[in-house]
Every structure is written in C-alpha cells, then in structure tokens.
C-alpha cells in the first residue's frame, strides 16, 4: 500500500516537471517567433528586402594614386573619368592600365604633365571639374509614399531625384571631401538652382543633414 502510494506520487511528480517542460519550451518558441515578427522593415525600395546597409561614402584626394594601388577612392577616381567618358572599365577599386590611360587623358585635357598619378593637384582638378549645385534632402513625413522611379521611399533608402535624368542613372555626390555614388529613383526637386534631392539616408552620410541645403559637386556616372 505504501509502496503503491509512494509510485503514485512519483509519476505524479513525473507528469508535473514534464507539463512544465513542455511550457516552457512552448514559452520559448514563442518568444521566438515573437522576436522574429517583431523585427523592423528594412529599408531601401522593396517593403521585404534584407536590412539596408549604410550608405557607402568614400573620402577622395587624401592620399596620392598610382597604378597598382586599391581603394574605395579609387573607385570615385574612376567614376568621376567614367562621366567625362575616359574610362568604359567597371567601377572596382583597383587602379590598373586603362585607369591610368584614362588619367592621362584627363590631365592633357587640363593642360596637366600627364603621367597617369593623382596627386593633390589633379585630384583638386578632378573634383572642380564635377558640376556643382545645391542639393537639398527629403524622407521624414514621406516615408511608406511611392516613388517616381518605383517602390517605396523608407528611412533607410540611399537615392536621389533628379528632374530629367532617367530612372536608375548612377549619379556621383561629392561634399566637403566625401562622396556617395547612389541612383536616381525620384523626381525632384523643383526649386530654381537646385539640381539635386537626396534622400535623408543619403544625406546623412554624406553630412549635410544639419544644414538642410548644401553646395555639392556631382557628376552622371552612367546614364540609363
């Protein structure tokens, strides 16, 4: 009897740690779905795309170039000859040949000795010889609204409106030594010596937020 009692007890207790276990591995898998929902959109242009990355800027003129050489300033070196068509070449981050021919070709052009190095002189040229403008900034308040181009503008979308450069144009923005190679995805903006709306995201990297509006040089990369 009393070893009957003592097996009740124990399969009672059995039962108990097991309904526990199971609730709070239930309990858990909630919270991880939870979690999983609960996660915020990402920014850019498609509602269910992975979480933006920074907007990627790159400082240009700070170090001198040469063949050989790699960096994301390389990359804006060649995409400033790339909107004066010198250079045909992708835009990677590797100084080779044709950079330097395209280098040269841009120095005769300003009465530069050509020998294909970027130093402080020619990256100055290089950057004076990009368009300036004034460039404004747009996002909060219009954040979910479509855009001209396609999708939705969100706090984490990294582009620029432009009033007539086709859709997907890769445009060049440079401002006090930084520089952010975006797209046009807008239309934009429609004030008299404005050529330029950037999306906040894309201002805030290249630090002109506080501002509001700022002198900027820019250059078509490509256009589409």
Known sequence: ????????????????????????TGLGASVADAGADAKPRSGGLSIDSAPAKPALVSRFGNR??????????????????????LLAAPLTTSFDAPTTNAVKAFQKDSSIKPNGVVNKSTSKTLVRSMKRTEASWYGPGLYGNGVAC????????????????????????????RFLMTKVIDRGPYIKGRSLDLTYAGADALGFISAGVANVRYAVVNRK
């Open 1 to 24: 009897m009393i070893h009957g009692l003592w097996l009740g007890k124990l399969n009672t207790s059995l039962m108990l740690a097991a309904a526990a276990l199971f609730a709070l």
């Open 64 to 85: 001198i170039l040469r063949e050989g050489m790699a960096g994301e300033d390389v990359r804006i070196l060649k995409g400033i000859v790339r909107s004066k068509a």
């Open 150 to 177: 396609g999708g939705t503008l969100r706090p984490g979308t990294v582009g620029v409106a432009h009033k007539t450069l086709p859709c997907g144009s890769k445009v060049m923005v440079g401002y006090r030594g």
